[in-house]
């Protein structure tokens, strides 16, 4: 005969990501002759609940080598760039969102610089992709069955005879050492 339990424990209840794709300008101080690199560092974000929707707030650091004075001279241009991404996540069958929840956040995609273009005017425009995966983590219940009937003890048998307790008491030598 089983019955049931049930256990409240923290689990995930929600999960989703997203990819993005942004592009920015920047006003170069000199004019540009040739972007010789751009790299992004710095990642730095933070989930949050906000009705039934998850916010990501994060910043990341642009940094763009270029060349001007006809690749005679170099510079880098330093821009920190703040977002704030919404998710709609979906959470599953049952779960209790109105209590205490934890939200993780992991970057699957680390932003990175994948075009890289100098306009007309002498702006540099770029492209920044990056992907978000989010998890919501709350309580939950789960249902398990228990056994009420315990299993019965096993006798062990006693692996030392009289025989065996005899053959020690005549061979070991008490003055060995």
Known sequence: MSSYKEIVTKAVVGKGKKYFKNTYTIEATNKPSTVLGCWVINNKFKGYKTGEQ???????????????????????INKQIKYNEIFNVKVKQNADLTGDTDIIVRALKQPTCTKVNI???????????????????????????????????????????????????????????
Do not use: H, R
Request: hydrophobic share 30%.
């Open 54 to 76: 998850i916010g990501v707030d994060g910043s990341y650091d642009v940094n763009i080598w270029y060349s001007y004075e006809d690749d005679s001279k170099t510079t880098v």
């Open 119 to 177: 306009e007309d005017d002498g702006k540099i425009t770029f492209d920044i992709e990056k992907e978000l995966g989010v998890e919501i983590v709350g309580e939950t219940k789960m249902k398990i069955a228990i056994e009420e009937d315990e299993e019965p003890w096993e006798d062990l048998d006693n692996e030392v005879t009289d025989e065996v307790e005899k053959e020690i008491d005549e061979n070991v030598k008490e003055d060995f050492i």
